[in-house]
């Protein structure tokens, strides 16, 4: 669904160039939960760019077969509508659907999120995770089949985790392919079926979310999500 084959990205500096990804190379099938970690200026955010055709790679190819909706992580940036129904409209509209195409999208895009009750309310007086819920909705009205979360958990309360995480929940139940850039392993490690890291622009890990705590994570400076030796993988997850 979606290959990514030996990427690397060069920023110029006075003397030379920085190598901010260095020969990243993965592929992600249809389907998959993946959780990208790696401590700030390894290259994810990056990475994730290049994946949702927003940055271009100095080198390397990305071949992707589906639409891809990048959730930000400050989505009052990609609220634009007075209201939940109006901003989730919005990419549809510049698709050049229909208006009855659009009114379905929507509905549908409300209710997979938990919004239809908020369908009318100001947008920008949600709280933070409805407003991370409304990002994803706008992504799920485009009919994207790749969601990227970059950081869903920044700045986020208890309530707010456990609203992001049933809504991961739902759309791995329907099918969704969801890429999850965080440092916060243990807010949902227990959702993946596989787990990245880079470090320093470089892929040093691609496995088994369970695998992943078997491994030396501050070396890659990557808090450990395990509080004591008696939890277990499958308890990595905030609901």
């Known amino acids: 669904m979606l290959i990514l084959k030996n990427i690397n990205k060069y920023f110029p500096l006075e003397e030379g160039q920085f190598c901010a990804l260095n020969d990243v190379s993965l592929a992600i099938e249809k389907g998959e939960c993946t959780i990208i970690a790696g401590a700030n200026g390894s290259g994810k ?4 760019s290049i994946i949702a055709g927003l940055e271009e790679p100095s080198s390397g190819t990305v071949d992707c077969k589906a639409r891809v909706g990048l959730v930000f992580q400050e989505p009052d940036a990609q609220i ?48 933070g995770g409805e407003k991370r819920r409304l990002a994803a909705a706008g992504v799920l009205a485009m009919d994207a089949e790749i969601i990227i979360f970059d950081e869903p958990y920044a700045n986020m309360d208890y309530p707010g985790v456990v609203q992001i995480n049933r809504l991961l929940k739902k ?58 030796p008696a939890q277990k993988h499958e308890e990595l997850v905030w609901l």
């Open 171 to 228: 759309l791995i139940a329907d099918g969704k392919t969801l890429i999850i850039l965080t440092h916060e392993l243990e807010k949902c490690l227990a959702l993946a079926n596989r787990f990245i890291v880079l470090c320093k622009g470089k892929k040093v890990f691609d496995g088994a979310a369970s695998q992943a705590l078997l491994c030396d994570l501050e070396s890659w400076g990557i808090r450990h999500p395990l509080s004591s």
């Open 80 to 127: 634009l509508g007075e209201t939940p129904r109006e901003d989730i409209a919005f990419g549809p509209q510049n698709m050049g659907l229909s208006k009855t195409e659009i009114a379905k999208r929507v509905q549908s895009a409300l209710e997979q999120t938990g919004l239809a009750d908020r369908a009318g309310f100001p947008a920008r007086s949600l709280s």
């Open 45 to 48: 955010s990056l990475l994730m």
